[in-house]
């Protein structure tokens, strides 16, 4: 890393270190993807991740990108590589201590949404419950897992929305009820109620 009296320069070819916290506070705010899956052995997960978004709209695709661990893949992307399913949840400001909870380390066979004293509520299409207080959820299947650098890519077909009356206004989701958090860096996050609009020139 080099510098000037007001710049910093980085050559990743010469840095030893990973960008992760370059990247994860230049890239913000972030989405938060609260991602409940099941093992094969029964175990309800639950967890956040902020490299999450749209990956395509028709057909209807999510991503999340989990970066792996010291013994490889997470619990989430095993159990989506494994199951075939997940359900993407949101996460609003009333959520977001439980959604702390859920990020902890926990042993094998022990729930978050236990850990968090969270609700279940079953889903329409997939064997994986959602969380009962989310305003609105995408219940999925695993399209691809795709292996990149130390992480991988969970991509996912959304089969059924969930949403709480709370987000729509006249049967249409409404962006400004959708109070969702987002991610900064370390343990910052923002709000998504301080808002302006810009008209898209022809």
Known sequence: ????????????????????????????????????????????????YSFVTVASVEPPVVLFAPVNGPDGLKDTPRNVRAT????????????????????????????????????????????????????AALECTRRELIDVGGSTLVLGDVRYVHLDESVTT?????????????RLAGSQYTRTDDRFSLERPP
């Open 84 to 135: 075939g399913e997940f359900v993407l949840n949101l996460v609003t400001e009333e959520l977001a201590e439980a959604m702390n909870e859920t990020s902890a380390t926990l042993p094998p066979g022990e729930s978050e949404f236990d850990h968090a004293d969270l609700e279940r509520a079953d889903s329409s299409v997939v064997d994986v419950p959602r969380v009962a207080g989310a305003t």
């Open 170 to 182: 006249d049967g249409r989701v409404d962006v400004g009820e959708v109070d969702a958090i987002g």
């Open 1 to 48: 890393m080099t510098g000037t009296d007001d710049a910093i320069a980085i050559d990743v070819d010469d840095r030893e270190r990973s960008l992760y916290r370059v990247l994860s506070s230049l890239i913000v705010p972030r989405p938060i993807g609260w991602v409940s899956s099941h093992s094969p052995d029964g175990v309800d997960n639950l967890a956040p």
